[in-house]
């Protein structure tokens, strides 16, 4: 049973540009959590979603961050306009149905803004 | 006022040694505790969960007081595969998990 998958696992992006994190859950889970940590900081709640729904976004930026989980295909966080304060480490997290704390981390994707 | 707050590292200790970690939260509504563990930066893993009556699994126990809102892990016998940045974490309701700053320990032979 394969782990929560992400990719790209290392994303360099120049400033303005957009980036695109994909994360597809593990077998089975229906829900997909967005962390963000920064550079010696700790991991932040960014977004929790079901197939199709924004459940709780309290911790998304208010702009240029938006994220989606479609019916079909992974999840992915999107960054519009990078700035170099958004390099850090995103992970993705997922969890089955009814066992919304039994979360699994996936290996994360290391953003770099230049 | 951080939500989660732990002792600030890094532990240094020697193989065998007892080690225990701190944490308090802000919320007293929170519902879920746990202890997770990184290594180098990489995807945290769940260690355990804390429950009030308080849990052991093999050297690690934890604790939980809701009343002070004080979390607690110890490590006994340590190894050096034991050295890694241990978070806390609490949940508030609906999946939502808040990390703390994460206390680094170091074990040395």
């Known amino acids: 049973n394969a782990g929560v998958m992400q990719n790209p696992r290392h994303l360099v992006r120049r400033r303005g540009q957009e980036a695109r994190l994909r994360c597809s859950p593990m077998?089975?889970?229906?829900?997909v959590y967005w962390y963000r940590q920064l550079p010696e900081e700790g991991l932040k709640f960014m977004v929790y979603?079901?197939?199709?729904?924004?459940?709780?976004e309290s911790g998304m930026p208010k702009e240029r961050f938006s994220a989606e989980f479609p019916k079909e295909g992974p999840s992915i966080l999107r960054i519009q306009q990078v700035v170099r304060g958004d390099s850090a480490a995103y992970f993705c997290?997922?969890?089955?149905?009814?066992?919304?704390?039994?979360?699994?981390f996936g290996p994360g994707t290391r953003l770099t803004v230049t | 006022r951080k939500e989660v707050e732990q002792d600030p590292g890094p532990f240094n200790v020697p193989e065998g040694a007892t080690v225990a970690f701190n944490c308090t939260y802000s919320?007293?509504?929170?519902?879920?505790f746990f202890w997770y563990r990184q290594d180098c930066r990489k995807e945290p893993k769940l260690l355990m969960s804390?429950?009030?009556s308080g849990n052991e699994d093999g050297r690690f126990t934890a604790q939980l007081n809701r009343a002070s809102q004080y979390i607690s892990l110890l490590i006994r016998d340590s190894k050096l595969s034991d050295s890694a940045t241990y978070l806390c974490?609490?949940?508030?309701?609906?999946?939502?998990?808040?990390f703390g700053q994460g206390t680094e320990l170091s074990v040395k032979p």
């Open positions: 804390v429950y009030s």
């Open positions: 919320n007293s509504a929170s519902q879920s």
């Open positions: 979603l079901q197939k199709e729904n924004i459940i709780d």
């Open positions: 077998k089975g889970h229906s829900h």
């Open positions: 974490v609490v949940s508030p309701q609906g999946g939502k998990l808040i």
């Open positions: 997290a997922s969890s089955p149905e009814g066992l919304v704390y039994e979360q699994y």
